[in-house]
């Protein structure tokens, strides 16, 4: 069955605010986590990763926050921007070499 | 340095015919994995391999298979098509294939079974 989920399939911002996209996760041996962006036409592009022994990290106007208490992980998007919309996957390396991804959260930014 | 790139970007088939996409990764990676995605199932697993062997295999029939050469380009094939095999093949490369590492993906063949 699926391990790593979304709870919300689609997400509506207005242009400035601060996104917040969610996933959980059921396994918990799982030790790297990794989010994509896809746009339409393209293939997954990597926006951030954490690693099972952190619980945040962050890049340029994204943080990633997990929570292995409650086998949760989120995507923190500052000041969103259109360009930001695309659907965003979330994905998790269990063991072997295969990343199990998510069905992914649309997220729509308007002006 | 070029990205993935994957050939051909769109193919039309019919049932039960069989086909054969290519990816060429990055410059100097030696893992290349190979998801489906469909919208009902979001990304798929198919295969990974390293230096021409294959590591890990997802959950898809014998109709599936692939193969990596020395230059680390793979290809992947489907034989007898089903209207299901109908998805966005994506093929992703990453440096040392550890599986905690980053992958990059390219855009995709748009396979359409009719």
């Known amino acids: 069955g699926e391990s790593v989920g979304l709870h919300l399939p689609t997400l509506s911002v207005q242009e400035g605010d601060n996104s917040i996209i969610n996933c959980a996760y059921s396994?918990?041996?799982?030790?790297?986590f990794i989010w994509y962006k896809q746009e339409s036409g393209k293939g997954p592009q990597f926006i951030i990763d954490i690693r099972s022994n952190m619980d945040k990290r962050q890049g340029q106007r994204v943080t990633v926050l997990l929570n292995k208490t409650v086998k949760h992980l989120s995507l923190q998007i500052a000041a969103t921007q259109p360009g930001d919309s695309a659907v965003y996957f979330c994905a998790e390396t269990l063991s072997g070499y295969a990343l199990n991804f998510g069905k992914g959260t649309s997220l729509l930014v308007t002006p | 340095k070029a990205g993935v790139t994957q050939t051909p970007r769109y193919l039309i088939k019919t049932r039960g015919q069989q086909v054969t996409l290519s990816c060429s990764p990055i410059?100097?990676?030696?893992?290349v994995s190979w998801y489906q995605q469909t919208p009902g199932q979001g990304l798929q697993f198919l295969f990974e391999?390293?230096?021409?062997?294959?590591?890990n295999k997802g959950n898809f029939p014998g109709r599936f298979s692939g193969r990596q050469f020395s230059n680390s380009r793979s290809e992947m094939n489907v034989s007898t098509l089903e209207l299901g095999d109908s998805a966005l093949y994506l093929c992703a490369s990453s440096p040392r294939g550890t599986g905690r590492e980053k992958l990059f993906f390219g855009s995709g063949t748009q396979l359409s079974v009719l």
């Open positions: 391999y390293f230096s021409e062997t294959q590591r």
């Open positions: 410059s100097g990676h030696r893992s």
């Open positions: 396994n918990s041996a799982s030790d790297y």
